[in-house]
């Protein structure tokens, strides 16, 4: 049976986790053949060659993650909003949310990336974890009737 409220909680709790550098608790949110990628929308932001990864596997997946959470500053905090389910596919459960991520400039909260985050959390029938998370940020904007689906 669909726990909602544990997908829910499993990708809130990835991002804190991300965001306070909990090294130790990784492992036990991902699953041991993890795809994680990231991308800016139009592939060329400034920014582009710290953000883009395409790592698969829960050791590769860490260790890029860490290297690009250490090269971050502190606080950096990591918003997941409008999450729902898409579809569910026997133990797969296709998610997609919007992630929104501050940090502090000058003493104050400023915004610094958002996006769209498409993310597979499987059931492995004791624990929900997360197989895929794939992390469009927003970088370009365009008329809607304009946008590529």
Avoid: K
């Amino acid at each position: 049976m669909l726990d909602r409220l544990a997908v829910h909680e499993l990708i809130h709790r990835w991002w804190f986790a991300f965001d306070e550098g909990q090294f130790d608790v990784w492992p036990e949110l991902l699953t041991e053949d993890v795809h994680i990628t990231s991308r800016s929308d139009t592939g060329t932001s400034p920014y582009e060659e710290f953000i883009a990864s395409d790592n698969r596997g829960r050791e590769q997946v860490i260790a890029w993650q860490r290297q690009h959470r250490e090269a971050a500053g502190y606080p950096l905090r990591h918003n997941a909003s409008n999450i729902h389910i898409e579809r569910v596919d026997g133990d797969d459960i296709s998610v997609v949310s919007y992630m929104h991520a501050t940090n502090i400039t000058d003493g104050q909260v400023t915004p610094i990336a958002s996006g769209v985050v498409r993310c597979v959390v499987r059931s492995d029938g004791a624990a929900y974890r997360l197989a895929e998370l794939h992390t469009v940020l927003d970088t370009h904007a365009v008329a809607f009737t304009e946008r590529q689906a």
